[in-house]
């Protein structure tokens, strides 16, 4: 693997590590989102995918990001007897969102995308150093 390859690797991973946090930020901004109309359904969490495909002109894996997926476990119930939304026994319907696993998720994306940093920075310094033997 050549180092243009590498870094084209891991600026795939960076790009998918983005958008999978910024999935895991419209969960957390929606977290205590009610439905807009009485009796309707909250914000749903969504889950990041990633998908991983041999790139032909590179000659290696990448991967990009997928369409997130819809969680389908069921909502939060708070009882809350006095907001529009709540249904005859008083309970409102929240999103499904965990904002601790949302974290957990957020640092762990986070992670992946500094690892990849880290090839990139690697990548760049062996190149510079290759250049710096050839010159000499």
Known sequence: MDFSTSMAVAASGMRAQSDRMKTIAENIANAHSTSPVAGGEPYRREIASVKSEFDRTL???VVE???PIQDMSPFRMQYDPGNPNADKQGY???PNVN???E???MRE???SY???LTVMDATKAMLARTVDLLNK
């Open 114 to 116: 500094e690892a990849d």
């Open 65 to 67: 990001a997928g369409k």
């Open 103 to 105: 974290i957990m998720d």
């Open 99 to 101: 904002s601790l696993v």
């Open 92 to 94: 409102v319907k929240l």
């Open 109 to 111: 994306a986070q992670r």
């Open 59 to 61: 000659n290696a894996t």
